[in-house]
């Protein structure tokens, strides 16, 4: 277990900029995800639970794809900011517009992954705070701890996503990210 966990972790503390608080992000909302399907399944099929049986199978069902959306973008939340810092590069020996729409598709990539992150977090939120009722009481803190990870996961995406929208230049994008990201928070 601590081999699986342990080289993301020393990534993220070493001095280089990614992996960093996106890819931290993604991982949180995958970690509870990955909690809320283990107490799904643990529910799932006992005798006491068996009048929720379909509403635990639609849970894991769609916890299940999100979790490994959520562990894909722990990568390409990295590989966005990479071609962030790329792009300012190649601007440099560009003429200004090329420069300029090459740093504008790369904030945008950088801007849309976290976005995708928090609203799939928010999703993982939703779905574990419907666990609760149908689930194992003793479980509780494991939902819980899900739904702590699933918010953190929300809040680190969408700091991301603003610090990214105060760069760039096109409006209509803009508005359209603000509108998602106001549907996510709390």
């Known amino acids: 277990l601590r081999a699986g966990i342990e080289p993301f972790v020393e990534q993220l503390a070493a001095p280089t900029a990614t992996p960093g608080g ?19 399944s643990m529910s799932r099929g006992k005798k006491a639970y068996i009048q929720h049986e379909s509403q635990l199978s639609d849970a ?3 916890l299940t794809p999100l979790r490994e959306e959520l562990k894909a973008a722990i990568a390409a939340d990295a590989e966005s900011y ?46 574990t705070q419907s666990l609760e009722p149908i689930t194992n009481p003793n479980m509780k803190s494991d939902l819980t701890t899900a739904l702590a990870l699933a ?36």
Do not use: C
Request: hydrophobic share 55%; proline share 2%; glycine share 4%.
């Open 22 to 40: 996106g890819s931290a992000s993604a991982a949180a909302a995958a970690m509870a995800a990955g909690l809320a399907v283990m107490v799904a």
């Open 60 to 62: 894991i069902a769609r």
């Open 82 to 127: 990479n071609s962030v810092m790329k792009a300012y590069k190649q601007a440099k020996t560009s003429d200004e517009n090329t420069g300029a729409a090459l740093i504008e598709a790369a904030l945008k990539e950088a801007t849309s992954v976290p976005l995708s992150v928090a609203e799939k977090a928010r999703e993982v939120t939703r779905i």
């Open 151 to 186: 918010h953190a996961a929300m809040t680190g995406a969408l700091a991301n996503v603003e610090i990214n929208l105060a760069s760039l230049k096109d409006e209509a994008f803009a508005a359209a990210v603000r509108q998602r990201t106001a549907a996510i928070r709390p």
